[in-house]
């Protein structure tokens, strides 16, 4: 009982964070589209993200791949915390991975951590460290970075969708708030390193922006408690 006020507490929270930090996502990728030409890095992230799309709307969900990297990340999040894994198995559809200790990190960093983006910028930055930047791969490195990112956000709704018993450990409202605020933070890091955009500048609109939401809801909060005094 204690547990589901104080997440709901937490939950009310967050709210304006997210406000504040999606608007000024939403204005990042605005921002990087709208000086993006036809040749442009974004351009062929863009194409990759909607090539992945209209695969998985056209042919299949790749759900074994997700899956291999859901329980994954669990697995490096529980490794990064100081936990030890004892079994990871991975079926069709479904998948398990049993650690020593469980905490919020381990418990939805398959959420907001696209796996499979940050091994393709390892594979990236160790190609050009081992050519020596001879070989111009950029095009292709956004194209599947765009595919990566997609199959991440994608999959990732069509996972919480279909119920997730990570996010009930922790309240499922506020799993969820943290899990977006998380991935636009993350997001928005990647997109500064390879689309020309302030990362310190999101976050410094973002908390403006948060607290200017803050101070709305304390407002309204104020103005409701002094209408039902008056009509006491």
């Known amino acids: 009982m204690f547990g589901n006020i104080f997440t ?43 090539s992945y799309i209209f695969l998985q709307l056209i042919f299949f969900r790749p759900l074994r791949i997700y899956v291999f990297g859901h329980e994954f990340a669990h697995a490096i999040a529980g490794w990064l915390t100081g936990a030890r894994v004892k079994t990871f198995k991975i079926k069709k559809s479904s998948g398990s991975v049993s650690l020593t200790k469980i905490n919020i990190f381990i418990a939805l960093a398959p959420y907001f951590i696209p796996i499979y983006s940050i091994v393709l910028i390892l594979f990236y930055a160790l190609f ?44 499922v409202i506020y799993s969820l708030l943290l899990i977006f605020v998380s991935n636009c933070l993350i997001l ?15 976050l410094k609109d973002s ?3 948060s607290w200017y939401a803050y101070l709305w809801a304390c407002h309204l909060l104020i103005r409701a408690k002094e209408n039902i005094w008056t009509k006491l």
């Open 207 to 209: 908390v403006k922006d």
């Open 8 to 50: 709901f507490i937490l939950s009310l929270l967050l709210l304006p964070v997210c406000y504040g930090i999606g608007n000024n996502f939403f204005r990042l990728i605005l921002k990087v589209n709208s000086f993006s030409g036809i040749e442009s890095p974004w351009t062929y992230f863009i194409c990759g993200a909607i």
């Open 128 to 171: 050009n460290i081992c050519t020596k930047n001879v070989y111009n791969v950029n095009h292709y490195f956004q194209f599947l970075l765009g595919i990566t990112i997609s199959f991440h956000v994608a999959l990732t709704v069509f996972a919480i969708n279909q119920g997730q018993s990570d996010l009930e450990k922790y309240g």
């Open 188 to 202: 928005a890091a990647m997109f500064s390193v390879f689309f020309q955009v302030s990362f310190l500048e999101f």
